[in-house]
């Protein structure tokens, strides 16, 4: 499987980042909280995520973005690696259309970088 996992890390406002780590690369950073998890907690969902996906054959390209009620999942089939909300775009200052797409490209980048 592809070594994946969370880093929390602390801001001088005192919240807190998870950060999202394929090998070496800091891939996403979640500031906003969702679905009673901190954002080091939706870091750590994901990079488990990422790991039960990719301990069988994968291909990047499976990775694909689905509507799920207000929010965008990015999914491997029909395994959730994250959540993308509203909060998350307001946050990175751009809209839940162009966030996931971007998170999911930096998952997919990194995933096939460290598939070499």
Known sequence: PVEAKA???????????????????????IS????????????ETAAKAIEQWTEKPYK??????A????DLQILAGDLTIIT???QDA????????ELAPKWRL?????????NQ
């Open 84 to 86: 993308v909300t509203e």
């Open 90 to 97: 307001t946050a990175a200052e751009t809209s839940l259309n």
């Open 7 to 29: 880093h929390p890390v602390k801001q001088d406002n005192a919240n807190e980042i998870g950060q999202l780590i394929i090998g070496e690369t800091v891939v996403i950073e």
């Open 60 to 65: 990047p390209s499976e990775l694909q973005i």
């Open 106 to 114: 930096s998952i997919r980048r990194s995933i096939s970088a460290t």
């Open 67 to 70: 509507r799920s009620g207000d």
């Open 32 to 43: 906003e909280p969702a679905n009673d998890l901190t954002p080091y907690q939706r870091a």
